[in-house]
């Protein structure tokens, strides 16, 4: 029992002196909104409701950062989410050309993502929910609903990390 308390303690504090390394890696710590400069005009307010709470988070300038997006690994992975999120499509500086493509994703389940809806619940949609985003954006992409409208273009690089994007990760 001896040699395995012997063996554990320099792994554990291995372990923690690599965590505490990688929070010296610059990339996702800085969490600022770029503004809105077109926000989308939805056609009902329980449809803007059900997008805030499903979609916003990665898809728009609105972002609500959780506590865990300030700690690497996850910060990686929460800022290259959003940054890829942003770059699909992002209800707070145009993109009305891709309203279709998001229902599409909404309806064959791929958005929101699993991993996303594990750790927001509010962003379970019912199939009656579902049906009302997916009518909403398509409403908003024939411009019944005045889709995005504004400069365009994603970004997301305020992190001075110099990347936007990249990988296979969107959890929005």
Known sequence: MGRVRRAVKPVALAGVVGFGLLQLVPY????????VT??????AAEA?????????DCHSNETEWPPYSYVAPMSWL???DIDRGRDALNFSVGGGDK?????????D????????????PD???????RQLLIAALEA????GGGGNSGPGGGGGDDDNSGSSGGGNRGPG
């Open 78 to 80: 929460v800022r290259n």
């Open 38 to 43: 077109g926000a989308a005009v939805w056609p």
């Open 48 to 56: 803007e409701r059900l997008a805030r709470a499903a979609c916003y």
């Open 123 to 129: 962003a379970r949609l019912s199939a009656a929910e």
């Open 99 to 107: 309203l279709h493509d998001a229902a599409e994703k909404v309806q």
């Open 140 to 143: 908003m992409d024939d411009g």
């Open 109 to 120: 389940r791929s958005m929101p993502p699993d991993r996303y809806v594990r750790l927001h």
């Open 28 to 35: 996702g710590w800085r969490h600022s909104n770029p503004p």
